[in-house]
Every structure is written in structure tokens, then in C-alpha cells.
């Protein structure tokens, strides 16, 4: 029963079954903008951060590769250069405006044959029983309203030996750069927002949800609940980013 559950939305508490469709709401309004100003926001960082999952994924000619929550597919079409040809990726999201833009961008690199694009919960994915070699899932984990579910879900669609990579905000590790951390989620973060996207309560859900996301042990510790083996992660810029992966076995 969830009638009486609630969920963290930023640092607000919503009914349990609210909080897919504030998300929603919330992608709605920044797909136009969303790679612009995930450039803006991390100084490209993130291309980085996303480079090394890829780095991660052991893909080979022929694979196939799932990217939940995939937005506008920067880890897709990473992994279909991987799979080549003869592979196949597909790209998911529960938001109808960040999957159209994903496939836009998709088309825009050159890539069709080998992807395809799905409206799909991560929490309940459409798909079969080992049907994939690896499942990413790039800044989407903490917009998901039951975590644990949705873990189980992109196990549950591995292939034995297959692996999920999390990437994903997490928690810095070093204490001295925690207030400055804190001083660009809260201040530049929102300003950015209303400047460049014309939504600065949106960017300000994102610096809370960071917050609210479980920190690294927390989340290795979900893994492992989920079933997955050999679970670890990798931090990156001192903690702000980490990369969770875990194995089927």
C-alpha cells in the first residue's frame, strides 16, 4: 500500500505515487535546454564523467546495451558506436520530451540502424529476462521514485556476467570542499537556471535532490540488496560523481 508513503522531491516530502509526475514536470521544462546547460553547470565536465562509464562498459562488437533514463542519450550513443553494426542499444526514458530530444540527437550523430528508443519506468522495464550485456543509467537514479525497485528491474534484464553502471551525483569526499559545493549547488546552480532555461525552481530541485540521493556506501549497499555481485564504485572530481557497478551472476 502507498497511499500514505511519501517521497523525497527535492527536500519536500510528496505523496508516494506524486513524485514521477513532478519529475515529469520538471524534464518537461528544461529538455530544450538540457545539454546546454549541463555544459554550462560542469564546464563540460560532465562529457568527462560520461567518457569514463563509457570507458567502464566492456562492450563489444555485437553487444547489446540498454541506457535507462538516458535523457538526451550521450551514453546511447557511446555504447552503439561499441556494439557497432551488428549491436544493438536501446534508449529509455519515462519523459516523453527528454526521450524525443535523445532521439533527435541520436539521428543528429548519425546513428539509427543500431539504436532504438523506448518510453520506459525504470522501475518496471519492458523488456526480457537477459536480454542485455549492460545497463547504464546516467544522472537518472535519484529522480526515481522506488530506487530499489528499479535496481532490481535492470538486474532482472541482464544477461548472466552482465554488468549496470551507475553514474550518478554523489557525495564529496573531501570536508573542505563541501561549503563551496554547497555555495554553487544553491546560488549559481538556480541563477543559471533562471538566466539561461528561465527556470530557476527547477535547477534548484536538482541541487536538492543531489542532496537527498544516497550517499556512495549507501548506494553499494543497495546494489548488493538488489542482487548484484562484485559491487564497487569509483569517485570522480573528489566525490561529486561516482560510478556504482555491479555484475549479474
Known amino acids: 500500500m502507498t497511499e500514505h508513503k511519501t517521497a523525497d522531491f527535492g527536500y ?4 508516494w505515487g506524486e513524485k514521477a509526475r513532478r519529475v515529469r514536470g ?5 529538455a530544450d535546454k538540457y545539454d546546454l546547460m ?3 553547470m560542469s564546464a563540460g565536465v560532465h562529457r568527462l564523467w560520461k567518457a569514463f562509464t563509457l570507458s567502464q562498459t566492456g562492450l563489444k562488437p555485437g553487444g547489446r546495451a540498454l541506457d535507462v533514463a538516458g535523457g538526451t542519450g550521450d551514453l546511447a550513443a557511446g555504447m552503439a558506436r561499441q556494439v557497432g553494426e551488428q549491436g544493438l542499444v536501446i534508449l529509455t526514458d519515462i519523459n516523453e520530451a527528454m526521450l524525443a530530444r535523445g532521439r533527435d540527437r541520436l539521428l543528429d550523430r548519425g546513428l539509427a540502424g ?3 528508443c523506448a518510453l520506459a519506468n525504470a522501475e518496471r522495464l519492458p523488456f526480457a529476462d537477459n536480454s542485455f550485456d549492460c ?8 529522480n526515481v521514485t522506488d530506487k530499489p525497485a528499479a535496481l532490481r528491474s535492470m538486474r532482472r534484464v541482464l544477461r548472466p556476467g552482465g554488468q549496470l553502471l551507475v553514474l550518478e ?3 564529496p569526499t573531501a570536508a573542505a570542499l563541501k561549503p563551496l559545493y554547497d555555495a554553487y549547488s544553491f546560488r549559481v546552480l538556480p541563477l543559471l537556471g533562471r538566466l539561461v532555461a528561465n ?3 527547477s ?3 536538482l541541487a536538492e535532490s543531489i542532496r537527498m540521493h544516497p550517499d556512495q556506501e549507501t548506494l553499494l549497499a543497495m546494489l548488493r540488496d538488489a542482487g548484484f555481485e562484485l559491487a564497487s564504485y569509483h569517485n570522480l572530481s573528489g566525490g561529486i560523481v561516482a560510478v556504482h557497478r555491479g555484475y549479474k551472476v
Open 38 to 40: 549541463n555544459d554550462l
Open 26 to 30: 520538471v524534464f518537461d521544462s528544461v
Open 203 to 205: 535547477y534548484r530541485y
Open 169 to 171: 551525483f554523489s557525495k
Open 199 to 201: 527556470d530557476e525552481a
Open 12 to 15: 519536500e516530502q510528496v505523496p
Open 114 to 116: 543500431n539504436v532504438g
Open 135 to 142: 545497463v547504464t543509467i546516467g544522472f537518472g537514479l535519484r
